[in-house]
């Protein structure tokens, strides 16, 4: 990877160490040119990074019913959210690129298995409800998740997520559209769309991250304004706003312990099988080795377009003189 800029362990620089600080305890924005401690820019590059993998490797699972869609209208929506992923994924490694990196090392360590990407991805989606459950939940718990990243402690990320929720929040609504759509349709209609919701559930409890207790970066991400909540009260955020809207549409979720309490003024709900998370984070989950396959051969046919790119623009360049 590129050597970051101004890497200097903040012990060693006592009055930037101080403004930086400064900075993020009045709430403002740290800028590529600030300097930054080495750990808040490698923690800043993992977790963009691993968030735009998840826009790209998430074009995947709904961008394989793009040819399927049942009508033409469909299909225009479909292909519209997808290539809006590909988008989010490019704002995404540009504000990577601002901490002194590049997207094709960060799609190599990808690539390689040595960034991660969201753990929904790797869920399969056999069925064409499965692109209305992605919208309103996946993109649902993308947007809980990511509204409060628009304040977050870094410039370029920050602004980079003000777009991408207003995106996110039409997918949404393409999702739970869909739906509803299907659910005044046929029984088996419906019955495909509660199945659907049933294996899409607790993945999309997930993607908020393991329990606060077995998060290794919360603590210190919160600290620097660049996580501006936990996971679990995400994850309670999430549940809270998901359960009218799957009453209105008319489907369950897959949880017998899912009970408002008055006391707490919050639903209660059960446990996901973290088990089964961390297997997935570790590359055992259904579609992994899929996923990440279908990505390098992109990224191997795309060789001769960055090839020519380059040539082009060296020859400009020597043109200009
Ligand atoms: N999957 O200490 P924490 C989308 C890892 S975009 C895989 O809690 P952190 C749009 C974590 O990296 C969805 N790995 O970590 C769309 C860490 O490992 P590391 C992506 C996970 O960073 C919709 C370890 O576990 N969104 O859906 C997951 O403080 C439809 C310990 O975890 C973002 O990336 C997981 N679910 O909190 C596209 C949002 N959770 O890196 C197409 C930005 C945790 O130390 C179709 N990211 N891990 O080796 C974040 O907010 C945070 O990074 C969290 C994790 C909350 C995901």
Redesign the pocket.
């Known amino acids: 990877m590129t050597t970051p800029l101004h890497d200097t362990a903040p012990s060693e620089e006592p009055a930037q160490t101080e403004e930086f600080e400064a900075i993020i305890a009045r709430n403002d924005r740290i800028e590529p040119r600030d300097w930054m401690p080495a750990a808040y820019r490698k923690t800043l590059i993992?977790?963009i990074a691993?968030?735009a993998h998840?826009?790209i490797i998430?074009?995947q699972p709904?961008g394989a019913w793009i040819t399927r869609a049942p009508s033409l209208r469909r299909k225009a929506i479909l292909l519209a959210k997808v290539q809006d992923?590909a988008g989010h994924g490019l704002y995404l490694y540009s504000a990577t690129e601002t901490l002194g990196t590049s997207r094709d090392d960060l799609t190599r360590m990808l690539i390689m298995g040595r960034q991660?990407y969201?753990?929904?991805f790797n869920y399969p989606t056999p069925s064409y409800a499965d692109v209305g459950t992605?919208g309103w939940l996946?993109?649902g718990a993308?947007i809980c998740?990511?509204v409060p990243?628009c304040r977050t402690s870094y410039g370029p990320y920050g602004r980079a997520m003000i777009r991408i929720c207003k995106e996110?929040s039409f997918h949404q609504r393409q999702g739970y559209e869909l739906l509803a759509t299907m659910m005044r349709g046929t029984a088996e209609q419906q019955a495909m769309v509660q199945e659907s919701v049933n294996r899409f559930w607790w993945p999309a409890l997930?993607?908020?991250?393991?329990p606060d207790g077995d998060?290794?970066?919360?603590a210190q991400?919160m600290a620097w304004g660049i996580?501006r909540d936990t996971?679990d009260a995400l994850r309670q955020k999430f549940v809270d706003m998901s359960v009218p809207q799957a009453e209105a549409l008319g489907v369950t979720f897959p949880d017998p312990d899912l009970r408002w309490n008055a006391d707490r003024d919050h639903y209660d709900f059960g446990e996901p099988d973290w088990e089964e998370f961390w297997s997935v984070?570790k590359g055992n989950g259904p579609c992994n080795q899929q996923r990440i396959e279908h990505r390098k051969r992109a990224y191997d046919d795309g060789a001769w377009v960055r090839e020519a790119a380059t040539a082009h623009a060296a020859k400009v360049r020597e043109r200009a003189g």
């Open positions: 993992r977790q691993q968030h998840s826009e998430g074009m709904e992923e991660k969201s753990s929904i992605i996946v993109d993308a998740n990511q990243l996110e997930m993607m908020f991250g393991p998060s290794p970066n919360t991400s996580k996971n984070v």
